[in-house]
């Protein structure tokens, strides 16, 4: 999925926006996936949520700057990657803490 034209749409920082959004599905699919369908607990799930998310974000862009020509290794993408995890975290934290027993 190609989103420069956001940019040019003037919404300021757009490409990081999306990787936050992107790894808030991602950690939370990984999260239902663990707790459903191999039936793990609430926190390991949390936990095996996270550490899978950011360590892929990490080997993904890592694969970018050195398999590709036109694409480059960028540090904040790792980190709206890493942001977008943790908002999930935290909301699924406060959700099984405080919401759902």
């Given at each position: ?10 919404i ?27 039936k793990l ?10 550490i ?5 974000g ?21 980190s ?22």
């Amino acid at each position: 999925m190609r989103i420069e034209g956001l940019n040019e749409a003037g919404i300021p920082f757009a490409d990081k926006i999306f990787h936050v959004l992107s790894y808030v599905v991602l950690s939370f699919l990984w999260y239902i996936t663990l707790r459903n369908k191999f039936k793990l607990s609430k926190s390991k799930s949390l936990i095996y949520a996270i550490i899978i998310s950011i360590v892929f974000g990490i080997i993904i862009e890592v694969l970018q700057g050195t398999l590709t020509a036109y694409r480059s290794a960028d540090i904040y993408d790792v980190s709206a990657n890493s942001l977008g995890v943790m908002l999930t975290a935290v909301v699924i934290g406060i959700k099984n803490k405080y919401l759902l027993k």
